[in-house]
């Protein structure tokens, strides 16, 4: 556990892949530095100052995949905070996250349009290229308009699955604040196609042959179908900018010097998990993200971006990476992971995985694909393999997520999910349903691990909210209060009075008025022990200027 | 006038010293911001692009090639391979040939490999062939006619229609005798060359039943076995006690199959069932005092025991040759117990006879879908026409297989009997 001083005074650099600068917003702690600057807290990282425009980076999947599993992260590595949260603990706007629903109410039809911005595809769609195998084929078109957008069908055997997994995906993590991709349902015919005549298609062994019409006829034939005969797709419109190949979850990019901040110690990367494990997100990898050049070159900047959701919620693949309900495996086991294989081992098979129990409600309800509520636990969910990020998540890396998971009502969870355009009216009342539960069990059990006091406001005396309490997850007794002043430059602490005890979320402030205050707050509750842990609060002038957490 | 200047020099480092900590000091950021901008303007002093290293550009290389798989792995069609062309020959290296169609509507396929003991196996098909996807098609190269027939998969085209030419060469083929008497002091070696051309066709009902037609012409030809070590048959056996030893018939094949095949994924079963019939007509070329009938079964289970990960695999096969009346049945063209696929504690070609019965069991267990372990017994004999089955030879081992979903890649197994025991490594399944 880390002493709340240590991220006080900034933390421990980590090894990072591309020996990028280390220093955390909040502890750019040069010796001499002051804790807290005249600016603070920041609420936007200026990380779009001009840059020449990066490199392609092409990441390999099978590496990516050998690499985490095999050269995990030393479990025995001091995990510092993370370093790019303002003195808040809160995530500053930035290329990487804006905040949304996390600061601000959105309205059901802002969370229902996500990222859409009236782009949706204007039919014919003329196709540019395609790509005949691999786990989603699909292919490039252009619009009359001339957008570009990436189409990927529904199979067959699984009506609106993958396609109402990604646009529903995509409005959620939109919400939180992540950069997604604009995406529309859209339902095709033969005759809303033309062909460009360079159009290729890519084929086993990345060879590119010319587009035969044949190739779209099969694309549609082998397609779930609407009832009106017309094939179901998800259009995902090209993001903005000159594409530089997906981000990684550790080091930093070496070529953009806007990117200072290992990616491992995000804050939003690292609560990424919460989100992910929320919405069954399990294909959260490497693979799955973009970086793009955005703005006028030379003097641009790198915006990264989360794409494909199309394994998300109770949409995945099957043994033999076809789209198809979530393999039961998602979500509960990494693709290797090591302890269960040796349990079964040495036990002769008997050992058996838990989770090839678990009653899903699928094909019941085939369009939700499969899902479930009732097993889930946000602790032991898992992504297809290890995420250097994720296995970084502190405490208060997940409270910060769950405090944004809270923030979707059972409406705004519902306003999301009809977004998927579900034929069945009873999948998607279940499919909002179990992410509803998925949704109190993550806040419950992440609002449990710590203090979870929030909402600090000052006047006549120093106010907040008890998350956990308002969510009925404890019961508090009364709140332990003390007063320091503090000096600025040399990090000192000098006890203002004694300790007090108020019953309610109302802490007197003190006589003096030093240029710095700090109040720890501990909560008492007979039912969680977490609680006691400490929220150092500061102010500077009657200002709410730092929140520090014990975890 | 020494204590003046080291007084001196002190006084300069301290200068400098405190004017190095002002300067310092006065380059101190104001703000968060500029603190920030800072640390980007000094990486911009830096920056490099990315490059990976040699691992992760040639697995990047296949993974943009989709669905990577090493049976995807070929130049122009060629597919570097390891194999076993006939049980005892020991590994060998060499290529298959594989391009779907090759001319117009035909696939072509053809394989050369040369073992680790001077076996040679080459073969070449044109025609309209059985495949997935751009899978090799069944593995006729293997010469285990039994095996061979659960490893039809049911795939398009309904109505495969191929021709195949096909030589081996098989210096130290073994052979102990014939029945159950065949003792393992008698080990003896032949060459045998045989020479192949046939067509074979058929129907694909539905995907769980196909029937399968093939005919054909077949060379034999025997001499000395090259092994060193032990003697070669004609100087141990006479042509009573090894029919055809003297003068291999050459023969015309008929040969037709029935498969029912309800396994989940026939490469790599974790449940269902599989039966494959069989019924063949030898005819001899030359004297017909060798031509017979060939009639068989092999039926396969797979029983999940309360979960997928624990699988109880059963085989039990039969094949009963029957020549024609005063006529025998080649001891080469014979069926035989022993080795990787069938009485897996005794040597390849342990026990030959018209009459075979093979029975398998083994527990199946997967600590992760890429990785089996397994225990197992085997049970068989072989038995002379008109005589009835003797006492069963049996062993046991147990062995680990690492797969794909669809396949078994390796398969290394022990197996110990009463005579010996057996190591193997193996691409391909027991059963």
């Given at each position: 556990m880390h002493d709340i001083n240590q991220c006080a005074r900034g933390p421990t650099p980590a090894r990072s892949k591309a020996g990028a600068l280390r220093a955390p917003l909040l502890a750019l702690a040069l010796v001499a530095a002051p804790k807290f600057y005249p600016d603070d807290p920041i609420l936007v990282d200026r990380d779009d100052l001009p840059i020449d425009k990066p490199g392609m980076v092409e990441l390999s999947a099978t590496y990516d995949l050998l690499e985490k599993t095999f050269a995990p992260m030393d479990p025995g590595v001091e995990i510092p905070r993370?370093?790019?949260?303002n003195t808040l603990g809160e995530v500053p706007d930035s290329s990487w996250f804006q905040n949304r629903i996390g600061v601000r109410d959105m309205s059901l039809e802002e969370l229902a349009r996500g990222p859409s911005e009236g782009g949706r595809p204007e039919l014919p769609l003329t196709v540019i290229s395609g790509k005949a195998s691999g786990i989603t084929p699909g292919f490039t078109v252009r619009d009359t308009a001339g957008k570009i957008y990436f189409v990927k069908f529904d199979p067959l055997l699984h009506p609106n699955l993958s396609t109402a997994a990604d646009v529903i995906g995509k409005n959620f993590f939109h919400a939180i604040g992540y950069n997604v991709p604009e995406s529309y349902i859209v339902y095709l015919r033969s005759g809303d196609l033309t062909i460009d005549p360079g159009a290729q298609v890519i084929v086993k062994g990345a060879k590119r042959v010319p587009m035969k019409r044949e190739f779209l006829e099969t694309m549609l034939e082998s397609s779930a179908h609407h009832p009106d005969g017309s094939a179901r797709a998800v259009a995902s419109l090209a993001v903005e900018g000159e594409v530089l190949g997906p981000l990684q979850f550790e080091g930093t990019r070496s070529d953009d010097p806007n990117d200072i901040v290992p990616h491992e110690h995000r804050r939003e990367l690292r609560g990424y998990r919460v989100f992910c494990a929320w919405l069954n997100h399990d294909d959260s990898r490497a693979i799955n993200t973009l970086d793009a050049y955005v703005?006028?070159?030379?003097?641009g900047h790198v915006r990264h971006y989360l794409i494909d959701f199309s394994s998300t919620l109770g949409s995945g693949s099957d043994n033999l990476r076809r789209i198809a309900p979530q393999n039961p495996r998602a979500g509960n086991?990494?693709?290797?992971?090591?302890e269960p294989i040796w349990k079964a081992f040495y036990t002769f098979g008997i050992s058996d995985r838990v989770w090839r129990r678990i009653p899903y409600a699928y094909p019941q309800y085939a369009e939700a694909g499969r899902i479930e509520s009732e097993y889930f636990d946000p602790a032991r969910w898992k992504p297809e393999y290890p995420n250097p990020a994720f296995d970084r998540m502190l405490r208060d890396d997940a409270f910060w997520a769950a405090k944004i998971v809270a923030r979707f009502t059972d409406d705004a969870v519902r306003a999301i999910v009809s977004t998927g355009d579900f034929l069945s009216k009873d999948a998607e009342r279940y499919l909002a349903d179990t992410v509803i539960r998925r949704r109190d069990k993550a806040v419950a059990h992440y609002f449990r691990q710590l203090n979870p006091l929030d909402g600090f406001k000052v006047g006549d005396s120093l106010t907040f909210r008890n998350l956990g309490a308002e969510r009925g997850l404890g019961a508090v007794s009364g709140y332990e209060y003390e007063w320091f002043s503090f000096d600025n430059e040399t990090g000192a602490l000098a006890p203002l009075g004694a300790r007090g005890v108020v019953l309610d979320t109302r802490v007197p402030l003190p006589d003096s008025n030093p240029p710095y205050l700090m109040v720890r707050i501990r909560t008492n509750s007979p039912t969680e022990d977490s609680w006691r842990k400490a929220v150092d609060v500061y102010l500077r002038a009657g200002t709410l200027v730092g929140i520090e957490r014990e975890i | 006038m020494r204590g003046t200047a080291s007084r001196t020099i002190v006084a300069l480092l301290l200068t400098a010293a405190v004017a190095a900590v002002a300067q310092e000091s006065e380059e101190l950021p104001n703000t968060r911001e500029e603190a920030l901008r800072r640390q980007r303007e000094e990486k911009r002093k830096t920056v490099r692009p990315y490059v990976p290293n040699r691992i992760e550009e040639e697995l990047l290389r296949i993974d943009k090639a989709e669905n990577p798989s090493v049976f995807d792995l070929n130049w122009k069609g060629f597919y570097p391979r390891v194999a076993w062309?006939?049980?005892?020959?020991?590994a060998a290296l060499g290529a298959r040939y594989w391009q779907r169609d090759f001319w117009g509507p035909l696939d072509a396929a053809g394989a050369a490999f040369y073992s680790l003991y001077g076996y040679q196996h080459y073969d070449i098909q044109l025609g309209l062939m059985p495949h997935k996807g751009s899978r090799i098609p069944q593995r006729s190269w293997r010469g285990d006619e039994l095996y061979e027939i659960g490893d039809v998969k049911p795939g398009f085209p309904r109505f495969p229609l191929f021709a195949t030419f096909r030589y081996r060469y098989l210096p130290q083929e073994d052979f102990y005798g014939l029945g159950p008497e065949a003792s393992l002091e008698d080990r003896t070696t032949y060459l045998q060359e045989e020479t192949r051309a046939y067509l074979r066709t058929g129907l694909q009902f539905t995907k769980n039943f196909v029937w399968i037609v093939e005919g054909g012409y077949q060379w034999n030809s025997l001499g000395p076995g090259t092994s060193s070590s032990y003697p070669t048959t004609d100087a141990v056996f006479d042509d009573d006690a090894a029919?055809?030893?003297?003068s291999p018939p050459d023969y015309v094949r008929f040969s037709t199959q029935l498969f029912f095949d309800f396994r989940d994924e026939p490469g790599n079963p974790h449940k269902g069932w599989m039966l494959a019939l069989i019924g063949e007509r030898f005819l001899d070329r030359s004297e017909d005092a060798f031509s017979f009938d060939r009639i068989g079964f092999d039926a396969r289970g797979f029983l999940p025991l309360g979960s997928p990960q624990r699988i109880l695999a059963l085989r039990a096969a039969l094949l009963g040759d029957h020549a024609e009346e005063e006529g025998r049945v080649p001891f080469f063209m014979q069926e035989s117990l022993g080795g990787s696929h069938t009485l897996r504690g005794f040597d390849s070609f342990r026990f030959r006879g018209e009459r075979i019965e093979i029975y398998q069991i083994e527990y199946r267990w997967e600590p992760t879908t890429f990785w089996e372990l397994a225990v197992f017994t085997d049970a068989g004999s072989a038995a002379r026409e008109g005589s009835a089955f003797e006492g069963l030879e049996w062993d046991y081992g147990f062995g680990m297989r690492f797969k794909t979903y669809r396949d078994v890649v390796l398969r290394f197994e022990i197996a110990f009997s009463n005579e010996t025991t057996r190591y193997y490594i193996r691409g391909s399944t027991s059963f």
């Amino acid at each position: 556990m880390h002493d709340i001083n240590q991220c006080a005074r900034g933390p421990t650099p980590a090894r990072s892949k591309a020996g990028a600068l280390r220093a955390p917003l909040l502890a750019l702690a040069l010796v001499a530095a002051p804790k807290f600057y005249p600016d603070d807290p920041i609420l936007v990282d200026r990380d779009d100052l001009p840059i020449d425009k990066p490199g392609m980076v092409e990441l390999s999947a099978t590496y990516d995949l050998l690499e985490k599993t095999f050269a995990p992260m030393d479990p025995g590595v001091e995990i510092p905070r993370a370093m790019n949260v303002n003195t808040l603990g809160e995530v500053p706007d930035s290329s990487w996250f804006q905040n949304r629903i996390g600061v601000r109410d959105m309205s059901l039809e802002e969370l229902a349009r996500g990222p859409s911005e009236g782009g949706r595809p204007e039919l014919p769609l003329t196709v540019i290229s395609g790509k005949a195998s691999g786990i989603t084929p699909g292919f490039t078109v252009r619009d009359t308009a001339g957008k570009i957008y990436f189409v990927k069908f529904d199979p067959l055997l699984h009506p609106n699955l993958s396609t109402a997994a990604d646009v529903i995906g995509k409005n959620f993590f939109h919400a939180i604040g992540y950069n997604v991709p604009e995406s529309y349902i859209v339902y095709l015919r033969s005759g809303d196609l033309t062909i460009d005549p360079g159009a290729q298609v890519i084929v086993k062994g990345a060879k590119r042959v010319p587009m035969k019409r044949e190739f779209l006829e099969t694309m549609l034939e082998s397609s779930a179908h609407h009832p009106d005969g017309s094939a179901r797709a998800v259009a995902s419109l090209a993001v903005e900018g000159e594409v530089l190949g997906p981000l990684q979850f550790e080091g930093t990019r070496s070529d953009d010097p806007n990117d200072i901040v290992p990616h491992e110690h995000r804050r939003e990367l690292r609560g990424y998990r919460v989100f992910c494990a929320w919405l069954n997100h399990d294909d959260s990898r490497a693979i799955n993200t973009l970086d793009a050049y955005v703005g006028v070159p030379g003097s641009g900047h790198v915006r990264h971006y989360l794409i494909d959701f199309s394994s998300t919620l109770g949409s995945g693949s099957d043994n033999l990476r076809r789209i198809a309900p979530q393999n039961p495996r998602a979500g509960n086991e990494y693709i290797v992971d090591f302890e269960p294989i040796w349990k079964a081992f040495y036990t002769f098979g008997i050992s058996d995985r838990v989770w090839r129990r678990i009653p899903y409600a699928y094909p019941q309800y085939a369009e939700a694909g499969r899902i479930e509520s009732e097993y889930f636990d946000p602790a032991r969910w898992k992504p297809e393999y290890p995420n250097p990020a994720f296995d970084r998540m502190l405490r208060d890396d997940a409270f910060w997520a769950a405090k944004i998971v809270a923030r979707f009502t059972d409406d705004a969870v519902r306003a999301i999910v009809s977004t998927g355009d579900f034929l069945s009216k009873d999948a998607e009342r279940y499919l909002a349903d179990t992410v509803i539960r998925r949704r109190d069990k993550a806040v419950a059990h992440y609002f449990r691990q710590l203090n979870p006091l929030d909402g600090f406001k000052v006047g006549d005396s120093l106010t907040f909210r008890n998350l956990g309490a308002e969510r009925g997850l404890g019961a508090v007794s009364g709140y332990e209060y003390e007063w320091f002043s503090f000096d600025n430059e040399t990090g000192a602490l000098a006890p203002l009075g004694a300790r007090g005890v108020v019953l309610d979320t109302r802490v007197p402030l003190p006589d003096s008025n030093p240029p710095y205050l700090m109040v720890r707050i501990r909560t008492n509750s007979p039912t969680e022990d977490s609680w006691r842990k400490a929220v150092d609060v500061y102010l500077r002038a009657g200002t709410l200027v730092g929140i520090e957490r014990e975890i | 006038m020494r204590g003046t200047a080291s007084r001196t020099i002190v006084a300069l480092l301290l200068t400098a010293a405190v004017a190095a900590v002002a300067q310092e000091s006065e380059e101190l950021p104001n703000t968060r911001e500029e603190a920030l901008r800072r640390q980007r303007e000094e990486k911009r002093k830096t920056v490099r692009p990315y490059v990976p290293n040699r691992i992760e550009e040639e697995l990047l290389r296949i993974d943009k090639a989709e669905n990577p798989s090493v049976f995807d792995l070929n130049w122009k069609g060629f597919y570097p391979r390891v194999a076993w062309p006939s049980r005892g020959s020991g590994a060998a290296l060499g290529a298959r040939y594989w391009q779907r169609d090759f001319w117009g509507p035909l696939d072509a396929a053809g394989a050369a490999f040369y073992s680790l003991y001077g076996y040679q196996h080459y073969d070449i098909q044109l025609g309209l062939m059985p495949h997935k996807g751009s899978r090799i098609p069944q593995r006729s190269w293997r010469g285990d006619e039994l095996y061979e027939i659960g490893d039809v998969k049911p795939g398009f085209p309904r109505f495969p229609l191929f021709a195949t030419f096909r030589y081996r060469y098989l210096p130290q083929e073994d052979f102990y005798g014939l029945g159950p008497e065949a003792s393992l002091e008698d080990r003896t070696t032949y060459l045998q060359e045989e020479t192949r051309a046939y067509l074979r066709t058929g129907l694909q009902f539905t995907k769980n039943f196909v029937w399968i037609v093939e005919g054909g012409y077949q060379w034999n030809s025997l001499g000395p076995g090259t092994s060193s070590s032990y003697p070669t048959t004609d100087a141990v056996f006479d042509d009573d006690a090894a029919p055809g030893l003297a003068s291999p018939p050459d023969y015309v094949r008929f040969s037709t199959q029935l498969f029912f095949d309800f396994r989940d994924e026939p490469g790599n079963p974790h449940k269902g069932w599989m039966l494959a019939l069989i019924g063949e007509r030898f005819l001899d070329r030359s004297e017909d005092a060798f031509s017979f009938d060939r009639i068989g079964f092999d039926a396969r289970g797979f029983l999940p025991l309360g979960s997928p990960q624990r699988i109880l695999a059963l085989r039990a096969a039969l094949l009963g040759d029957h020549a024609e009346e005063e006529g025998r049945v080649p001891f080469f063209m014979q069926e035989s117990l022993g080795g990787s696929h069938t009485l897996r504690g005794f040597d390849s070609f342990r026990f030959r006879g018209e009459r075979i019965e093979i029975y398998q069991i083994e527990y199946r267990w997967e600590p992760t879908t890429f990785w089996e372990l397994a225990v197992f017994t085997d049970a068989g004999s072989a038995a002379r026409e008109g005589s009835a089955f003797e006492g069963l030879e049996w062993d046991y081992g147990f062995g680990m297989r690492f797969k794909t979903y669809r396949d078994v890649v390796l398969r290394f197994e022990i197996a110990f009997s009463n005579e010996t025991t057996r190591y193997y490594i193996r691409g391909s399944t027991s059963f």
